[in-house]
């Protein structure tokens, strides 16, 4: 049974890609959502007239429907159709993206950005629960690798290729009506590519089915929760994701302009190649652990080098351009460990259960995605003496350096987590 199971997953390769990959388009597209505020923050506190605080809040809307929708979305996808709840995110997604390119209130932007969020919640345990299907576990460590790069290069487009998008069209509703487009063209090709499971998998689709059946809802969601094993993966990944937030979503360019005093330009280059760093990162980590036939090692191994890097940005004097885009590039570089948490998660849980246990996991980043920001943002008020021009608040290195404390205790506490997840030898444990 076993050899045959291995055989059913791998007979349709180039189908497999075709769908995880297609999938993964809306995961670009969800991180071109989250982090083109790092491009635009300057407008759009001018626009809506934000301080620190309120434009953390607004990009954290996002982060708030998401944590909310995750864990029901986990239980959707395991007896739902994926492309059917795939194709409903995407349109939501969509949605409110042009809801908030023609926002001109506040409240009116909040309600779009939550309802990106609520869409994004589908992205990536959409891409999990396919890949899940279609690739056998051995693999799955370099697959996630993939579909986390695919998110990266979203991350990626949202900084220097925004930001010249912007400036070219002189507005950033432009630049997000186009963007609003491209939504529209991930939804088509979703409709047209994406496939539930492969064409032979019926009898895997009818056990999946009866055992979700015989346990009921409450039952897989106790069964999921009730796994430590998930809230430490869970707990890891959030705290090493913390620069993605701060660096890669909202504060990094304007961290480099305001503590390094270089252009905002050559500031989009250093955060551009943060998401490279994710990029190569996420593949490298998955190639890695799949090679040696383990997961924790590396992510203790990530989280120490993390903290060092973290520590030579923030406390390494006079560093020129190169070294700050070198420095951007190994902070995404060495995080991406935390992408050897899912299919941790994954071999850890019975396959029925992979969007149920993994949705713990993404709830806890997203909750980190609300709660951080604004947290952030506030360590940057500190005293609230800062001097205003032209209605915007002018923030110091000295600020900066106090928030920014936040990143390297989180990955001690990343490192200290590590220790309790239990290895699995890139075998399912379920």
Not at 338 to 347: C, H, R
Request: aromatic share 14%; charged share 10%; hydrophobic share 55%.
């Amino acid at each position: 049974m076993p050899n045959t199971y291995r055989h059913e997953k791998t007979s349709h390769n180039k189908l497999a890609w075709a769908v995880t990959l297609t999938a993964s388009l809306f995961f670009f597209y969800e991180f071109i959502q989250m982090n083109f505020f790092n491009s635009i923050n300057t407008q759009l506190r001018e626009t809506f007239q934000l301080d620190a605080v309120q434009i953390g809040q607004l990009f954290s809307m996002y982060f708030y429907a998401n944590a909310l929708c995750l864990f029901p979305v986990g239980n959707l996808l395991d007896r739902f159709s994926t492309k059917k709840m795939l194709t409903f995110a995407v349109s939501i997604c969509t949605l409110g993206t042009f809801i908030f390119t023609i926002a001109n209130v506040f409240w009116v932007a909040a309600l779009g950005r939550f309802l990106v969020g609520c869409g994004a919640s589908f992205c990536f345990l959409s891409c999990i629960r396919l890949a899940s299907r279609w690739f056998p576990p051995h693999r799955m460590a370099f697959v996630t690798g993939v579909i986390v790069t695919m998110a990266m290069l979203g991350g990626l487009v949202a900084q220097t290729p925004f930001a010249l998008l912007v400036s070219y069209l002189g507005s950033w509703r432009q630049a997000l009506m186009i963007n609003t487009g491209l939504g529209v063209v991930i939804l088509l090709a979703v409709l047209f590519v994406v496939q539930d499971r492969p064409p032979d998998s019926h009898e895997e689709a009818k056990a999946d089915h009866q055992h979700l059946k015989e346990l009921g809802l409450w039952r897989c969601i106790k069964l999921a929760a009730l796994n430590p094993q998930n809230w430490f993966g869970g707990l890891y990944t959030s705290l090493m994701n913390l620069p993605v937030f701060i660096l890669g979503g909202l504060w990094g360019i304007l961290y480099l302009t305001n503590v390094h005093h270089i252009t905002m330009a050559e500031a989009s280059y250093a955060t551009t190649m943060f998401f490279v760093g994710v990029i190569f990162g996420s593949l490298i980590y998955g190639w890695i652990s799949d090679h040696i036939e383990r997961r924790v090692f590396p992510m203790i191994v990530g989280a120490i080098i993390s903290l060092v890097v973290m520590g030579i940005l923030m406390y390494v004097p006079g560093l020129s351009l190169w070294s700050l885009i070198l420095l951007f590039f190994l902070v995404g570089l060495v995080t991406s460990s935390q992408v050897l948490t899912y299919p941790t998660i994954a071999e850890l849980n019975p396959i029925y259960l992979t969007s149920t246990a993994v949705s713990i996991d993404s709830v806890c980043i997203m909750v980190s995605g609300f709660v951080v920001p604004p947290f952030f943002g506030w360590l940057m008020e500190g005293t609230g003496v800062h001097a205003v021009v032209n209605g915007l608040t002018i923030y110091t290195a000295q600020d900066f350096n106090r928030a920014m404390l936040v990143m390297p205790i989180a990955f001690i506490i990343a490192l200290v987590i590590a220790f309790f997840i239990r290895e699995t030898y890139c075998r399912s444990q379920a």
